[in-house]
């Protein structure tokens, strides 16, 4: 079946460094991606998606490409901070299913 | 404020009693899920519903009820709670569906003893 694979955390940073969270995904067919992101105690927030191949996502300053050669849709940011300390989810939807399905979330820690 | 609200925000329950969880959102959208979100395993959907008097099964559904009578309401029910069930609970509603994203509550805490 679906699955995303993400990089495991927690990622531990300092603030202006660049960003990478890995991710991968298996799927039939053509899935749209998407990037969402917990910030401590709260829901769940769209971050960016992606609907096609090599399509960009972008929101915030975060990044991410949609690659259908090598499966992936790798979250980057060019300089973090503080404020970016939450986890990341990696979730991908094949197109007719109602439903996201998540990757187990990257915790990402950035520190002054 | 428009959104998704969930009650109770906490919740302990023992083994074997029963309670709903609570979910409304007030942007009429038609796609609702529960999801519930465990250390390790990210979010792990339970049931969804795509509009009014309709759900269906998710991927772990066993030990958990739903009905849809209105666009606004989604209540999920725990019929008789065991310690498995102690998770992170979220409600999550969309428009059209996921392409669109979907807007998150702020979570339900339950510990099953």
């Known amino acids: 079946g679906d699955s995303v694979t993400q990089m495991e955390g927690p990622v531990t940073l300092s603030e202006e460094a660049f960003l990478t969270i890995n991710c991968t995904y298996t799927?039939?067919?053509?899935?749209?991606l998407f990037w969402y992101v917990q910030y401590p105690g709260e829901g769940l927030q769209l971050l960016l998606k992606?609907?096609?191949?090599?399509d960009k996502g972008s929101n915030k300053g975060f990044e991410a490409t949609y690659r259908k050669e090598t499966t992936s849709f790798h979250l980057e940011k060019g300089s973090v901070q503080v404020s970016d300390s939450a986890v990341y989810f990696c979730?991908?939807?094949?197109?007719?299913?109602?439903?996201?399905?998540f990757g187990a979330g990257t915790r990402l820690a950035v520190h002054p | 404020n428009a959104g998704v609200t969930q009650t109770p925000k906490f919740q302990v329950l023992k083994t074997g009693q029963s309670m709903t969880l609570q979910c409304a959102q007030d942007?009429?959208?038609?796609?609702m899920s529960w999801y519930r979100q465990d250390p390790g395993m990210g979010l792990r959907l339970i049931h969804y519903s795509v509009g009014a008097g309709i759900t269906d099964q998710g991927e772990v559904p066993n030990g958990y009820n739903v009905s849809r009578s209105t666009t606004e309401d989604f209540p999920l029910r725990l019929l008789s709670a065991a310690p498995s069930q102690t998770s992170v609970y979220f409600c999550?509603?969309?428009?059209?569906?996921?392409?669109?994203?979907?807007?998150f509550g702020s979570g339900t805490r339950l510990t099953v003893v």
């Open positions: 999550a509603s969309t428009a059209r569906g996921p392409e669109d994203g979907y807007t």
């Open positions: 992606a609907t096609k191949a090599d």
């Open positions: 979730a991908l939807n094949s197109g007719g299913y109602n439903k996201l399905i």
């Open positions: 799927a039939t067919g053509y899935p749209s």
């Open positions: 942007m009429n959208h038609e796609y």
